[in-house]
């Protein structure tokens, strides 16, 4: 059962979203997958990591993430290897190979490689848009920014959530938080029956998710759509709704 605090983080995070303006909902265009997955270093809390997760969510694009928060030690050290630095995405394309450190650059490849277009002015960085996705992340009070002792789980887990979703944003945070890898699989809108939450979508009646996309190849594995979805290989567990997924990544991985 979801407490109080829970219900208030979830307001926060609504509030988040909206003060960027939702950015990071629909798919703008379904990109195919690429052969070799994309690697991103990442922290959650940093507004210019999240408006490469905004562009990755707009094409549909699943990347393996590698959470990098202030004083973690399991993955930050690599991405300084390679160029990278705290609060700061690195992004590894080994289809290019294209290794790049710069947000605007990240966004631009996405969408000229993925998309064969120029990034649409939504979702180009600039000074305005950053000290939007910074009072967004203030508005979250630091979360997904800062690293706590936790175990290391022997393979990546799995997310399925798409950027602005308020819900999967407290997850993404924990799992920053901790220090856990995870393939994020980017399951954005992609037509007018998607829009509002799973029980109470915007149109009325069976749900009938867009022919060939996403979502439909996830409703019939698993019978609904609804994010956030966690699978964790290490221990069999899968998972719907945020409060119960937090809650095992504290009870499974925290120390």
């Given at each position: 059962m979801p407490t109080l605090a829970h219900h208030a983080s979830v307001a926060g995070s609504t509030l988040s979203s909206t003060l960027s303006g939702w950015r990071g909902t629909s798919?703008?265009?379904?990109?195919?997958?690429?052969?070799?997955?994309l690697s991103l270093y990442d922290m959650e809390g940093s507004p210019t990591c999240r408006s490469v997760r905004e562009a990755l969510t707009a094409l549909g694009l699943d990347v393996q993430i590698?959470?990098?928060?202030?004083?973690?030690?399991?993955?930050?050290?690599?991405?300084?290897?390679?160029?990278?630095t705290t609060g700061q995405p690195l992004l590894l394309d080994p289809n290019g190979p294209v290794t790049l450190s710069?947000?605007?650059?990240?966004?631009?490849?996405l969408f000229r490689h993925y998309a064969q277009r120029a990034t649409p002015r939504a979702y180009r960085v600039g000074a305005g848009s950053?000290?939007?996705?910074?009072?967004?992340?203030?508005?979250?009070?630091?979360r997904g920014t800062r690293a706590r002792p936790s175990r290391a789980p022997a393979k990546p887990l799995a997310l399925w959530s798409f950027?602005?979703?308020?819900?999967?944003?407290?997850?993404?945070?924990?799992?920053?938080?901790?220090?856990?890898?995870?393939?994020?699989?980017?399951?954005?809108?992609?037509?007018?029956a998607d829009m509002g939450p799973a029980a109470m979508r915007v149109r009325p009646g069976p749900y009938h998710p867009k022919p060939g996309g996403k979502r439909e190849q996830l409703l019939a594995r698993l019978g609904r759509v609804q994010v956030p979805y966690l699978?964790?290989?290490?221990?069999?567990t899968s998972l719907f709704e945020s409060a119960a997924i937090i809650d095992y990544l504290e009870q499974t991985y925290a120390r």
């Amino acid at each position: 059962m979801p407490t109080l605090a829970h219900h208030a983080s979830v307001a926060g995070s609504t509030l988040s979203s909206t003060l960027s303006g939702w950015r990071g909902t629909s798919v703008l265009h379904a990109a195919t997958q690429p052969p070799k997955p994309l690697s991103l270093y990442d922290m959650e809390g940093s507004p210019t990591c999240r408006s490469v997760r905004e562009a990755l969510t707009a094409l549909g694009l699943d990347v393996q993430i590698w959470p990098c928060p202030q004083g973690g030690q399991r993955f930050a050290p690599k991405a300084q290897s390679l160029g990278g630095t705290t609060g700061q995405p690195l992004l590894l394309d080994p289809n290019g190979p294209v290794t790049l450190s710069d947000a605007a650059a990240i966004i631009e490849h996405l969408f000229r490689h993925y998309a064969q277009r120029a990034t649409p002015r939504a979702y180009r960085v600039g000074a305005g848009s950053t000290a939007l996705a910074t009072a967004a992340g203030l508005l979250r009070r630091q979360r997904g920014t800062r690293a706590r002792p936790s175990r290391a789980p022997a393979k990546p887990l799995a997310l399925w959530s798409f950027e602005s979703s308020p819900f999967s944003r407290l997850v993404r945070e924990r799992l920053t938080e901790l220090e856990l890898p995870y393939t994020l699989h980017n399951l954005g809108k992609e037509q007018l029956a998607d829009m509002g939450p799973a029980a109470m979508r915007v149109r009325p009646g069976p749900y009938h998710p867009k022919p060939g996309g996403k979502r439909e190849q996830l409703l019939a594995r698993l019978g609904r759509v609804q994010v956030p979805y966690l699978e964790d290989p290490n221990t069999g567990t899968s998972l719907f709704e945020s409060a119960a997924i937090i809650d095992y990544l504290e009870q499974t991985y925290a120390r």
